[in-house]
């Protein structure tokens, strides 16, 4: 039987989740799943992190859920500039698809790839995805780069290290941050390249939830290493690639759908994006992966 391989097809494989804790999905017919997919990083913290919830209640009592001007922007720019101290200046966009637009329109090339609404797009760079290096054009050129949480073991890894000294002119972050609560950041290398960017009016809410996040992943990443992450070797290195929490499929691409739906059967959802890397959670059991390591493609 032929499966169909866009992710959201392979997502619809799971049954109807009726709630989600830490790291596991609990689905409406009583099955479990540990969410090795976590949203491609979004989801890092597990399902709400430590003290999302309670953020997020705080902040609707207080009515700041609409996009109105606030002290919140300056503190998680500061934040941001303290983490990544190399780009000059931050601008911030409701949603990732805002935050592209904009890039394409200032960085954009005119009959690109994956153009845009206007025929233009910019090249990203993403460390995490297999085979970016050779997507790239001749001179392997990228205006902007993607980064992800734990993106300091990609730099590790050989087919990114192509690429960690490259000069991008600004990057795009993923936030450990659900989507629906945290803008699109996007930082420069050059201030004067970011005067081109006017960026979002972004609701307190938002930018409350992505600072507290950044703060909770800086004690999480203290907390996980690779000592930590080897414990989940002896289930997964038949299959799996492991570098740093990230494990890359070692079967040919047309073989990931059945390796996703073998591993729901396991109890175990992997990404449903074959090119990207699931994501070791920050919580796991040995009984957990032990499926994993039964599956024959």
């Known amino acids: 039987m032929s499966i169909d391989m866009e992710p959201a097809s392979l997502l619809r494989l799971l049954p109807p989740i009726r709630r989600a804790r830490d790291y596991r999905l609990y689905a409406e017919d009583g099955s479990r799943f540990l969410d090795l997919w976590q949203d491609g990083g979004r989801g890092v913290l597990g399902a709400k992190g430590t003290g999302l919830g309670t953020l997020l209640k705080a902040e609707v009592d207080k009515g700041r859920a609409k996009p109105l001007p606030s002290l919140a922007e300056a503190q998680l720019e500061k934040e941001i500039r303290s983490r990544w101290p190399r780009y000059e200046a931050v601008r911030f966009y409701a949603n990732a698809e805002r935050a592209e637009a904009a890039l394409a329109r200032a960085f954009g090339r005119k009959g690109a790839i994956d153009a845009m609404g206007d025929g233009a797009s910019v090249a990203i760079f993403d460390p995490a995805r297999r085979g970016a290096a050779e997507a790239k054009d001749g001179k392997g050129e990228a205006s902007v780069l993607l980064i992800r949480p734990f993106a300091e073991h990609l730099a590790n890894d050989a087919e990114a290290a192509k690429y960690r000294a490259a000069d991008f002119r600004a990057a795009a972050l993923l936030l450990p941050c659900p989507a629906s609560f945290a803008p699109a950041p996007l930082l420069f290398s050059k201030a004067e390249d970011a005067a081109e960017f006017k960026g979002d009016l972004i609701?307190?809410?938002?930018?409350?939830?992505?600072?507290?996040?950044?703060?909770?992943?800086?004690?999480?990443?203290?907390?996980?290493?690779?000592?930590?992450?080897?414990?989940?070797?002896?289930?997964?290195?038949?299959?799996?690639?492991?570098?740093?929490?990230?494990?890359?499929?070692?079967?040919?691409?047309?073989?990931?759908?059945?390796?996703?739906?073998?591993?729901l059967k396991g109890g175990v959802l992997l990404s449903p994006d074959c090119g990207l890397p699931s994501i070791l959670p920050g919580e796991f059991d040995d009984g957990e992966l032990k499926k994993l390591s039964g599956i024959l493609l």
Do not use: H, M, Q
């Open 203 to 263: 609701a307190p809410i938002a930018l409350a939830c992505a600072y507290r996040s950044l703060r909770e992943f800086a004690a999480y990443s203290k907390r996980v290493d690779e000592a930590f992450w080897r414990r989940a070797d002896r289930r997964t290195n038949r299959l799996f690639e492991r570098v740093g929490p990230f494990l890359y499929p070692r079967c040919a691409p047309e073989a990931y759908g059945r390796l996703f739906a073998e591993a």
